[in-house]
Every structure is written in structure tokens, then in C-alpha cells.
């Protein structure tokens, strides 16, 4: 099974930066491209090594990030194999239902059969709470970043960090898409 290196949700992205400094330049980067005036700027990143079969998150059908009515924006940057997909063309999306179950049902069946594209490696994307979009279940073995960084007004710092066992932090692949981050 596939060994989940760093898991961080919801840190404060200054607390980020200044915790993982190999990740400031990219985060740094993907902060500029998002709008000003957000109460939080908050970082989740995710390290993992994929194994066929594993899902990338925890629900790999067509879902929304926050909440659908709030306004929070997203920069999201991946690097390595099993990307996150979006539609490839902009579909026109009636008012969800309340719940997140319900809200994912509803996606599934109204954006069944419609063409995915995978977010390009390494290049940030921006998008919204109202911006379809999925996980995937990985076809594909090995190491997977996912890095994303949201302004929000009502999503607070939770600051969570969990590191797997006797696993040592990777930048390798970082070094390679950012010359210079970290040293």
C-alpha cells in the first residue's frame, strides 16, 4: 500500500511558508494569483506514493470544494502522476442541493459521461467553490504533490500537520519544477 508522506489541511499560509520552506517559492507564486481582501489564505498540502488503485481523495466523484454559495477561491498545483481533473468543457450548473452527499450525487448524474481534463503538471490553476472538479483513482505508480492554497472568509486556520512513520520530507521533484526553493 501507497505511504502518505505529509498531509497538511487548512495552515495558515504564512505558518506554511515558514514551516516547509522548500514549498514558499510555489506557494508564494500561487498566492499572487489569487484576489486580495480574503480574511485567510490557507495551504493543504498532500505527499503521497501512489499505488494502483489508491484514491487520491476521499471522494473521487465530480464534487465541489467549501461551500458552493461562498466565495472562496483556489490556486491548485500538482506534481506527478494521478492529477486532479476538471471538465473540459464549461457545462452550465443549476443550484445544487444543501448537503454534500447530495450535492455529489447530483454532479455525478448531471455531468455523467461529459469529457475530463487532467490539470497540467506543475502549472497552477485557478478556480472556485462553484468549479467542478474530481479526484482520481490512480492508474499510476509514484510520488504525487498536490499543493493548494484558498482565500476564504469563512474557513479558519486549523493548522494540521501529520507526517508519515520513518518517512523522510521529498523535495527532489520540487527542486526540479522550482530551482532555488528551499536552499
Known sequence: MGVMEVFVKDMDLCRFVRKFPEWGRVAESMRSMLPEGYGNYLVDLVVMDCEPGMKTCRDTRWHFDGDYRGDNVYALWVEGPNRTQFLAEPVEIPEPP??????????????????????????????????????????????????????TNYIVPKNILMRGKDVPFRTDALHEACPGAGR
Open 98 to 151: 444543501e448537503g454534500r452527499e447530495e450535492q455529489n450525487r447530483f454532479l455525478e448524474e448531471l455531468l455523467a459521461g461529459r469529457l475530463a481534463r487532467t490539470i497540467p503538471e506543475r502549472e497552477a490553476l485557478v478556480y472556485d467553490s462553484r468549479t467542478p472538479h474530481r479526484g482520481v483513482v490512480c492508474d499510476t505508480a509514484g510520488w504525487r504533490s498536490f499543493l493548494r492554497l484558498m482565500a
